[in-house]
């Protein structure tokens, strides 16, 4: 063994000379992805069809009704969302953290199965169940009370059902940081409360809520912008009902004769609410930072929910229905069913969809092809990019780390459509004509996927504590060596979960590679839509199990998917 | 290449005349299926088809091909027409050279990709030598590979025979609200078809009260009857009569209805690109869709009528000639449809 002390003289110099190179080359990249779009956006929303300034195309937007009633039914939509995924997720939250309600390992898993699912798909799969007249569960309640055709339950096709809808598959956004902040919080608290006399439940009242409170706040923001821009769900269940949110009508714009300009301007309504309520979610958890700090992480105690925990138990799977149980066995059903939503028997069985979707639908091939191509390329060029900054960051390696982590986080406040408008305009033009190619299906996917891969190796980062590679730089090994031999092996489960992470984020995607695609470089989510849009619900059936099947083969290769909590699935 | 500019009034006076059936004279020589084409085709190995076709049947379509002709694949490009349209338009515009050929349901396509020097001129042998001349473009740049109506439709579930509406006029009926769907003419050709040919013959008011049914608003001219055979909606306002033939044959609980006033009547054509990057596998797809054998796979399994005078009719679909129709106009179509879509979208308010 040498001891050669002299070693950690040398990488002040090398770190001087490699930081500037290193900042501007992942500053271009980031620019390339971020700002060029947004620049494009900005520069179409001001000018007319032969490129002079103009504001009409936002006199338009605030004016004509067609607008007007998008954005309102936009604004109703993910306040009601918002609301119901708290009113769910919040005390299921603190049922499987805090109190020792049965299976909550069970839930927890389940949760991520609708975590997983996407949204567009669930959408689909609730017209199955709750189209007023042919769903499965209209058809069963009309079996059952006996009511005549035209009575029906429910009927997904309304703001109530859209909203529904989007609440199913939002709910464990608010979920996870509940759960997470209530995983946090320090028994101590709490075992200072009941010392001081406090009962179970005023200790859960006094302590426990308010210690949770900007973790859900955070959790009801988060919920609205998800709601607000997701695009799939919306397009399957709003214009059957009649209406339009801000993203399908964005998505209607560029129907033919399209028109670049408003729909660069409805974009950016958009754009501006997610900066604003980002601002206003960091504010809230940026308390939250403060209010555990100092306690030691004793375990949380446990409530004892005695006589009541099956009935806190019933009330999580009824909630976990929506997203799961439901909408999985109707595409189980329509999968080999001739008429989707006939329940199949022995005498009605069949495999025809099956043979359809593989051996008939030349699509296909192509597009399981294309989305597993991008799906890894994304994953391991995502990882990188943000192994990198994360590490530059967090170890505060160059001059200039702030910004890189600004650029970084800052596609979070880009929602899917508006992301894909931008990179349509960019690049669809010359000099660097992507548009067409797999190339700026990866740009978007990479983009989307960033904020959130950062995120999560960041905190990876941190929770590897610089003594550990200080004693390995003391005892003589180079940077380079350090990281190779301690940091990264103690990182690889977090580097091998931000990997799965945006592999499943992009196999979800829709709202920008519906603006990006062109035939050859069509994905399977755009493929499902397609699908939906000719009604060949069998054949959507057959393709979602299949994405369900991959999804959680990659999901459960990696048991789960630590550092959940901090970070965020983007919209489909 | 030639290239080939028209003016529209060039092109009424030119279909005006072939309709006629005094014109005549053709600018480019009929070419039939050789073997040096298959072999230049089988090199290139596959074909990108796009179409508007119910899927199922462009891809029997497309797999009687692969078994004509072994090792060229085919890659059907499904969407509405007006997607299809959007889609060749953004692609074309972008440098883009995906597309080998497309079979629209919106004929009036073709006079502006014509107009856009984007066809090829190519004639098949069995098209020059049997269709009637008003079904093909004098110089190659498309034929006419289908003819389709839109149709009414009711679910007999739902509805009992007696009281299904019989004429666009039964719709406006309140006793109809809430249990219509209709499909959406700024994605489906044949309803951007459909939707013209209503809007001459009964005017917009007859849509304006429509729209207050709280119709069901589905997209593709396929959906409908898969919603009325599903039992999601009693009566289909627009939508393809292929499809409920095709659903009523598989012993579902549909049929078709041909109002009183008139049909729409819906023709597809297809042509081949001029930028096709696999040129002989387009062409060789786009000989063999015209032959006998595929046209009467249109009739037998598409269950639509083939305008090829040797194709032999299988019963279960009405002859045309035994339906009040109302005649196609793509030149009509062409100029009328962004009003169409801009209007509709007012109207429907999607």
Known sequence: ?572 | MRKLHFSRRDLLKASAAMAAGTFATRAVAAEAITPALAEAAKKEGKVAFYTAMDLPVAEKFGKAFEAKFPGISVRVERSGSERVFQRVGQEMTSGIHAVDLVNSADAAHFIVWKRNDWLAPYLPEEVARLYPAQYYDPDGFSVTTRVWLSSLGYNTNLVKPEDAPKSFADLLDPKWMGKMVKGHPAYSGTIMTATFQIVRELGWPYLEKLAKQKVMQVQSSTDPPKKLALGERGVMADGNDYNLIQLKEAGQPVEVIYPTEGTPLVTGPTGVFKSAPNPNAARLFQNWLHTLEAQQLLVDFARQHSVHPQVKEKPGVRKLSDIKLWKDDPAGVEKASEEIKTRYAQIFRV
């Open chain 1, 1 to 572: 063994m040498t001891i050669a002390l002299p070693a950690a003289a040398a990488p002040p110099k090398h770190k001087l000379d490699l930081s500037w190179p290193i900042l501007i080359l992942f500053a271009a990249v980031l620019c390339v992805l971020i700002i060029l779009p947004m620049s494009w956006l900005l520069y179409y929303s001001l000018v007319d069809r032969t490129g002079a300034f103009t504001l009409a195309n936002f006199k338009t937007l605030v004016t004509d009704p067609v607008f007007i009633d998008p954005l309102v039914t936009t604004l109703i939509l993910a306040v009601s969302s918002s609301i119901i995924c708290c009113l769910a997720a919040a005390p299921m939250g603190w049922l499987v953290a805090r109190t020792d309600m049965p299976l909550r390992r069970t839930v927890r898993a389940l949760v991520t199965a609708s975590f997983v699912t996407p949204p567009f798909l669930g959408a689909i799969a609730w017209e199955l169940l709750a189209a007023p007249n042919s769903g499965l569960l209209n058809k069963t309640f009309r079996a059952v009370t006996g009511a005549p055709q035209d009575e029906h339950l429910f009927n997904i096709y309304s703001l109530g059902g859209l909203i529904f809808v989007i609440s199913c598959y939002t709910f464990p956004y608010v979920f996870v940081l509940v759960a997470n902040a209530l995983d946090r919080i320090p028994g101590d608290l709490e075992d200072a409360s009941a010392i001081l006399g406090g009962r179970t439940w005023t200790t859960a009242r006094r302590v426990t809520v308010p210690l949770a409170m900007p973790a859900l706040v955070a959790g009801a923001l988060v919920a609205f912008l998800q709601a607000m821009t997701l695009f799939g769900s919306p397009a399957i269940l709003a214009i059957p009902a009649g209406f339009h949110t801000m993203t399908t009508k964005i998505w209607s714009l560029f129907n033919y004769p399209p028109k670049p300009e408003l729909a660069a301007a409805a974009s950016i309504p958009l754009l501006i609410l997610t900066v604003l309520l980002l601002r206003a979610e960091h504010f809230i958890l940026g308390r939250r930072g403060y209010s555990v700090v100092g306690g030691k992480q004793g375990n949380p105690r446990l409530i004892k929910l005695e006589g009541l925990k099956w009935a806190a138990l019933a009330f999580v799977f009824i909630v976990l229905m929506c997203p799961v149980f439901l909408p999985y066995g109707a595409l189980l059903n329509a999968t080999f069913s001739h008429v989707a939503t006939s329940f199949v028997w022995f005498d009605n069985f069949t495999l025809h969809n099956i043979y359809f979707v593989f051996y008939e639908l030349s699509a296909t091939k192509l597009a399981v092809k294309n989305t597993f191509l991008l799906g890894a390329a994304s994953a391991t060029i995502g990882t990188v990019i943000a192994l990198v900054i994360a590490y530059l960051t967090s170890r505060r390696a160059i001059a200039g780390y702030r910004a890189l982590g600004f650029l970084a986080t800052a596609p979070v406040a880009i929602p899917g459509i508006v992301l894909g408008v931008g990179l349509f305009l960019s690049y669809a033009r010359p000099p660097l004509v992507l548009y067409g190619t797999l190339w700026i299906l990866l740009i978007a996917f990479i983009t989307i996927a960033l904020p959130a891969a950062y995120q999560q190796l960041q905190s990876a980062f941190r929770s590897v504590h610089t003594d550990i590679e200080d004693a390995s730089r003391i005892l003589g090994a180079t940077r380079l060596r350090t990281l190779w031999r301690i940091t990264a092996p103690l990182l690889r489960t977090s580097v091998i979960a931000t990997w799965c992470f945006i592999f499943v984020g992009v196999i979800r995607e829709l709202s920008a590679a519906i603006m990006l695609f062109t035939s050859e470089t069509k994905v399977i989510s755009v493929l499902i839509f397609d699908l939906n849009e000719s009604g060949d619900l069998g054949a959507i059936s057959v393709l979602g199990l299949i994405m369900l099947v991959i999804t959680f083969a990659v999901v459960i290769a990696v048991n789960r998917i630590p550092g959940f909590g901090e970070t965020r699935l983007r919209n489909a």
